[in-house]
DNA sequence: CGAGCTCTTGAAGGGGTTCAAAATTAGTGG
DNA sequence: CCACTAATTTTGAACCCCTTCAAGAGCTCG
């Protein structure tokens, strides 16, 4: 058995046993890995701003100093929680949940390697959603009191939050539209294509891909049920637009993807 | 017949005329309007931080000294447009609609007097949507680059901002929750009790108020035809949780609505 | 290997759409 | 101020896409 919950000891003890999940006020974000250094970070093109000076990083590097493992079904933070640091993912992936008071459940994204994840937090002071790995994740630690102080001495620094929020909020637009206008068979197209031009700007191939989620996320995230996006993998099949097999995909034929 | 197009005539001469819509770079900021004072407006409280001291205040009137009114029907910018200001409604309302490549529109929301417009463009330079006035209105316009500047100086502003950005990311999340798990009749429930509660915040009704969007407008905000949307409020009616006359509304019963 | 998820596929049912037409409201010009 | 036209809203009826329910196959991980 692996050492579970040894970096990942957010969740208190006995708290699987309980039967109300309560959300008790965690220091959650102590150090719990090696050093993270965003100068020497092999993400660093995609989660930073590329006019960095030396001097500049080297502040980053002051306050970015920890990172956190996230085994596959734990909580990276959740609902409810006070709000102190943003995410950077360096490695794996995550889901980000929002829960309506009557137990309803709707995924609100997937993030993967050199995506963040928390800015929902800013404005209450709280986590708005769980972030859950989708596997075993590790993330830099960014306190945002202080990414705020460099904020203000480092002007491109600045601009890139503001960029990173305001991309939020222009992949949230088209989300809702896709949500809003298109057809489960448009909705399963896009989602795939959608990740593919990701993996692809990672330097993963844009053709053949793991999914790391379940049909039934991949769903709640479409807003669909989980057979309607198996019955859409199999009619991509049949048309020949897509190679399925579980969770491994290849997209045989992206312009017609588009097109459908 | 009104002065039109005098004070938005960033709609260049015989653009109507034209059989495919250019999107021309506009200098569409000009000042159009008397002065703006951020230190004398009934709004700030609304759409300001709080502890802004004297000084501060001088500092934003500085920045923001023009305002611009919009004809209904008229956008204060269009998706393409080159972002340099956001802008504050001071009165009147606005739609933001999106727009797919195959022309299927989508309304990602609705704004009123003290909210923001045109934190989308801060991402790519560029607007992402079109905001188009539902009824005559006035805005604050406030360049960015400048806001920038002030954020630099004064911590509360920086903050504000921050705020601002992730209020609007926390908002869409809980739309697309909504377009992703709620029955035609949630949906149409949710939307008048959100309505609702901003207009009480404002000092206004909160049980009676005037719609300035049509049918359709709502349908396509909340993915789904007119005809639904009018026969929810037929059903509502009948169910005695809201008294709809045309575009006036009154909710008789906020919490029967809320369990719908 | 085997228990429990996950995925696929079929068949029936329902919520929302589509099409159509009438009623009401808003806007315009005389 | 009223008549007239266009736009918006309401309501009905038929249809369809997606859901629901069910069962079996396949995969994963301890």
Redesign the pocket.
Known sequence: MLAANTQTSNHVPGRAAAVIPIRPVQDSDAPRHGTARCSSCSMRSICMPPELSAEDLSKLDTIICSTRAVKRGDTLYRAGDSFKSIYAIRAGSFKTVVMHRDGREHVTGFEIAGETLGLDGVCAGQHNCDAIALEDSVVCIIPFAQLEIICREVKSMQHHIYRMMSGEIVRDSVQMMLLGTM???QRVATFLLNLSRRFKARGFSAAEFH?RM???EI?CYL?????????M??KFQRGHLVH????TVRIVDPEGLANV
């Open positions: 057809s489960a068979e999914l379940t049909r039934e769903g807003g669909m049920k989980l057979e309607t996006v198996s019955r993998f199999s399925a097999n579980g969770k």
